[in-house]
């Protein structure tokens, strides 16, 4: 698990923070929060390039790279509130997925084993496996909800002669035991897959997935109290995945499995925010960013937001449990007074 440094692009570290080795357990004792690459995509159905995802995320902002965001929103910085750590890109050989997902498994168990939070940048959606697992393993398999952001269910069983892929990550955490199937929350699905019998083995394993049309129907908003409710019941924390795809391909079209009809950008954000302040987030990871197929890199910099949206709820979440006023969305940045 050495710091392997640049696979697919420059060694730079998440907007400047502070480099880490996750062989050298000293390197991050004190760390909230480690940042780790999974440059893979030996899992995708469609459209390859999401290797390239993680060194697009890293690097997707107009501001100085000097370890430090303020956020708007929430009144915090996100990057120094937190002790913020990035562990570069663990080595994944796109055509041994086995050993590239044992070897990522092994990586994010160390990172939440130390007491931090893992957030991955992926990568195709077979990284979410190994993910949510090594999460599990740390805080009880069948402990941790998840709360899944896509446009697909990622429900397969077997593609392309394989149990792993972009299309199965899901059924592989319920089949494991690893995340219980009726506290896992799926959100944004639309579009024409998957196919009836895999419904029937999505129903029986009592999942909640909300597709777009509910969501429009009932909002957003409703949809996520509700999903809270459902992934705080019986579990330790929650592991939150989120697929660019979920985000309509107007506006994040650098992505392997583009589905219209998705939700904008604005509205992931806002719910990736409501997550990380309102449940207790033990892992995440943002993956299907795909370089080669976005547009003056829209897609990257939506990820490069989802993971500071997520860290600074996350920051903002440990300030009012400490004894802060609690963070009110209503109150004006300025008052004009």
């Known amino acids: 698990m050495n710091r392997y440094g640049p696979m697919y692009g420059p060694d730079v570290t998440f907007l400047g923070v502070d480099r880490c080795t996750l062989d050298d357990p000293a390197s991050y004792a004190d760390a909230d929060v480690v940042i780790v690459g999974a440059p893979f995509d030996g899992g995708t159905s469609h459209r390859p390039g999401t290797r390239f995802g993680p060194s697009a995320i890293r690097q997707a902002c107009y501001l100085p790279h000097d370890g430090s965001r303020p956020s708007l929103a929430m009144r915090v910085d996100g990057l120094r509130d937190l002790r913020v750590y990035d562990a570069g890109d663990v080595e994944m050989f796109s ?45 009880g398999l069948g402990r941790v909800s998840l709360v899944h952001f896509d446009a697909h269910a990622d429900t397969g069983h077997i593609e392309f002669g394989s149990l792993h892929g972009h299309g199965q990550p899901m059924r592989r955490l319920i ?25 029937a083995w999505m129903a029986a394993q009592r999942m909640r997935s909300y597709e777009m049309t509910e969501l429009v129907s009932r909002g957003l908003d409703t949809c996520l109290s509700e999903a809270f409710t459902i992934a705080t019941d019986e579990c330790e924390g929650v592991f939150l995945s989120v697929d660019v795809d979920v985000v309509d391909p107007g506006m994040a079209p650098g992505t392997g499995t583009p589905e219209p009809g998705g939700l904008t950008s604005r509205q992931l954000l806002d719910a990736v925010r409501r997550v990380c302040y309102e449940l207790p987030v033990v892992g995440v990871d943002v993956v299907e960013v795909a370089p080669p197929y976005d547009h003056a890199d829209i897609t990257a910099y939506l990820g490069n937001r989802v993971v500071l949206e997520a860290l600074s709820a996350i920051a903002r979440r440990r300030r009012d449990a400490a004894g802060g006023p609690p963070w009110d969305p209503r109150q004006p940045l300025l008052d004009g007074r």
């Open 175 to 199: 089949e494991s035991g690893a995340v219980r199937g009726d506290r896992f929350l799926q959100i944004g699905l639309r579009g024409y897959w998957p196919d009836p019998p895999t419904l």
């Open 95 to 139: 055509g041994d997925i086995e050993r590239s997902l044992t070897s990522l498994e092994a990586a994010v168990y160390a990172v939440a084993a130390a007491g931090a939070i893992p957030i991955v940048l992926g990568g195709d959606h077979s990284i979410a496996l190994p993910d949510a697992t090594g999460v599990a393993r740390q805080h």
